[in-house]
């Protein structure tokens, strides 16, 4: 770009024309801060004054703006075993997500081959179907008739003789629903890796598992943090599989928020709830992310 | 392991028939070799030419179709690649990016179990004169530097047989002469074998004491580097180490213990213990510093019993130590002389009728049935095809 530089007195000296050039970078900036602020920035502190506004006496559903702290404290008291469950079922989902993901992401990144191109294509696929439509399907592929309920019963696998309407059956909905979001950054991360690495490791007196453990697994870690993240949030804030495949006994905090919104109107404890779930997770993130120590990585 | 003078008793790898296809393709045809234990012995050839096939059936990294493959008495072939005492220098390094040098070169220690690595990496870092750098990661390291903790890793874990895949091969020029006296220093120090595979002639002479000539799978000779330089018994060695002028012709008898060619219709004499033509077809060869020019007034000056061919000179390069001439025969075929720079002043020029003049020691003969051409890089024998038309066109015009 030097050549555009002029030459002095010509035109704009050099320090102009960095200036301009800088003011550029800004210009380009403001759509996406224009989209932040009016999607994500406004309605933050809505949400937040909402989550402090106190009922108006005598009218339900009616609520003024104030200071009520106190939301917070009863939301937790009242939704405290919504919030730990949330976590427990993203948390196991998570896991379960990993694991099967991993051999997946391994097999599509190092042995497909020519089938790589399909094999992802097959991953995303489903997404192509609406995310309510796919967990209505997971309703029949669970039901009580259905050939995987009987046939695990027949196995006496199951403690309540049932899947549908129990936390096996929202977990497992969790897991199929984010699955892809696992695989695709687990690829993306063991595709990286130079298969002459391990290679070298077997020629270095690795056998193929520590050559696993100690080159492929640590150089995958950008992927398994950016995968059981992308999994863990969405999961632990869904309220549709606890609707649909759960019980009453197993509803997440998602759920609470939905009827605290729509049902009983109930605009400041919902927004209480959504805050501290977004705290929450905030908090949990960043000590993972301290963690596993991704800094360090690539 | 280790004797009293710090080197270590090895013993030579053998390898017998051994043969690897891909599908149809012969990558490596039922090659039998044995390389003596503590040298330094380079695998060379163009690509393709089956010798990465080969070391890497050597490293464990590729399972040979037939044949064996032992060190001393013990055979490895079903050895694993981590099971086996080689260890490997990869072309581009293959260091562990997450890992610092020193746990890169730690890493065969302590896979063996070995507790405490401190010393001997420390050691094997001093040798390779990289203890200052034990904490970077590979990233921050230069080409070099990163070739050298590549050398370290590999030979901290005392391996029968060290092996190279073009390991200069990313480096450029300068610091690629630099390693290879530093690679040749380390092999004398250490005394491993090292198996060392490149395309580079120049690489491949100027540090092993053995060259092997690699052809589509099989070794085409295989000795010290002058001796092959020298006596080429291949019309592909003779073009592909270095470059030969070849002129295809009949043995046409003997003269005393000397064998005669006739080529073009001149006589060339060579002694028979330079010629490896099994029939009458003979290709007469010699190397372009072993030729001289001479004007033709000066012909005379000439030793009676010398080859020679006259011509007309159609290139003059001046390249400081030499100067390479191209001389244009009757018969159409440039033969390139390269003359060193000992007289100032003095030279041919182009245009000027010459004799092209070689002694007879220096002559060596070839198997005729193959052609001249054998060996020759290919893109050389299209810019020759061009500038052979240009020439025409030129003439025509």
């Avoid at chain 1, 402090?52 to 702290?69: A, D, I, N």
């Avoid at chain 2, 390249?319 to 025969?329: A, H, K, P, R």
């Amino acid at each position: 770009m030097a050549h555009v530089v002029p030459t002095a007195g010509v035109s704009a000296s050099p320090s102009v024309v960095a200036q301009r050039r800088s003011r550029t970078g800004y210009v380009l900036l403001l759509p996406g801060m224009a989209w932040l602020a009016i999607f994500f920035a406004i309605p933050l502190v809505t949400l937040f004054a909402t989550s402090l506004q106190s009922p108006v006496e005598g009218k339900t559903g009616r609520y003024q703006p104030g200071f009520q702290f106190s939301n917070y404290s009863d939301a937790i008291a009242q939704y405290w075993p919504q919030f730990l469950r949330s976590f427990l079922y993203a948390g196991v989902a998570t896991v379960l997500a990993l694991v099967i993901a991993y051999p997946l992401a391994y097999f599509i990144a190092f042995k497909a081959g020519r089938w790589r191109s399909l094999m992802l294509v097959l991953v995303v696929a489903p997404s192509f179907a609406s995310f309510l439509l796919r967990t209505y399907a997971w309703k029949t592929i669970l039901a009580d008739e259905s050939p995987i309920t009987r046939f695990l019963n027949t196995l006496h696998l199951l403690p309540d003789g049932r899947i549908l309407n129990t936390w096996i059956a929202v977990v497992a909905g969790l897991t199929y629903n984010f699955l892809p979001f696992m695989i695709l950054p687990l690829y993306a991360a063991l595709e990286k890796i130079d298969p002459r690495l391990i290679e070298a490791a077997g020629d270095l007196y690795a056998s193929p598992r520590k050559a696993f453990w100690r080159i492929t697994w640590p150089l995958s870690m950008p992927g398994v943090v950016a995968g059981t993240l992308l999994t863990f949030i969405p999961a632990a804030g869904d309220y549709i599989n606890a609707q649909l495949l759960g019980s009453a006994k197993n509803r997440m905090i998602g759920n609470a928020i939905q009827t605290n919104f729509i049902e009983f109107r109930d605009y400041p404890t919902a927004s209480a709830l959504s805050f501290i779930l977004m705290a929450a997770i905030l908090v949990l993130v960043f000590t993972y992310i301290r963690r596993a120590g991704t800094e360090d990585l690539v | 392991m280790a004797t009293s003078n710090g080197k270590r008793q090895v013993e030579d790898l053998h390898l017998r028939n051994l043969t690897k296809k891909f599908g149809e393709l012969a990558a490596v045809d039922d090659l039998t070799l044995t390389i003596p234990a503590g040298s330094f012995f380079a695998l060379l050839g163009a690509s393709g030419c089956g010798k990465t096939t080969t070391l890497r059936m050597v490293a464990g990294l590729e399972d040979p179709t037939s044949g064996t493959i032992s060190i001393g008495d013990k055979d490895i072939t079903d050895l694993r690649a981590f099971e086996r005492p080689v260890n490997t220098v990869f072309q581009s390094y293959a260091l562990f990016p997450h890992l610092d040098i020193f746990e890169n070169v730690a890493f065969g220690l302590r896979r063996r179990g070995v507790k405490d690595v401190t010393k001997q990496v420390e050691q094997i870092l001093d040798l390779v004169e990289l203890s200052p750098m034990a904490r970077r990661k590979p990233t921050q390291l230069s080409g070099g530097q990163q070739q050298r903790v590549a050398v370290a890793r590999a030979l901290i874990n005392q391996p029968d047989v060290l092996l190279l895949d073009e390991p200069l091969g990313a480096l450029d020029l300068k610091l690629r002469r630099q390693m290879q006296i530093e690679l040749k220093r380390i092999q004398t120090e250490v005394g491993t074998t090292f198996v060392h595979v490149t395309h580079d002639q120049e690489e491949a002479m100027t540090m092993a004491d053995t060259v092997a000539v690699m052809n589509a799978g099989h070794i085409e000779q295989m000795g010290h580097p002058a001796d092959i330089y020298e006596l080429p018994r291949t019309v592909f060695v003779a073009n592909f180490l270095g470059q030969s002028n070849l002129f295809q012709g009949q043995k046409s008898g003997m003269s005393g213990d000397d064998v005669v060619v006739s080529a073009h219709a001149q006589n060339f004499t060579l002694p028979t213990d330079r010629s490896f033509a099994g029939g009458n077809s003979v290709i007469v060869g010699a190397r372009p510093e072993k030729m001289r020019v001479l004007d033709e007034v000066d012909a005379h000056q000439i030793p009676e019993h010398h080859n020679r061919i006259s011509g007309r000179v159609t290139d003059v390069s001046y390249m400081g130590v030499s100067t390479q001439y191209l001389v244009m025969t009757p018969w159409e075929q440039e033969v390139i002389v390269f003359e060193q720079n000992v007289v100032v002043g003095d030279r041919c020029e182009v245009g000027d009728p010459v004799v092209v003049h070689w002694s007879p020691k220096h002559t060596f003969g070839l198997d005729g049935s193959s052609g001249t051409n054998v060996g020759v890089d290919p893109e050389v024998l299209a810019l020759e095809a061009v500038n052979q038309a240009l020439a025409a066109d030129i003439a025509e015009a």
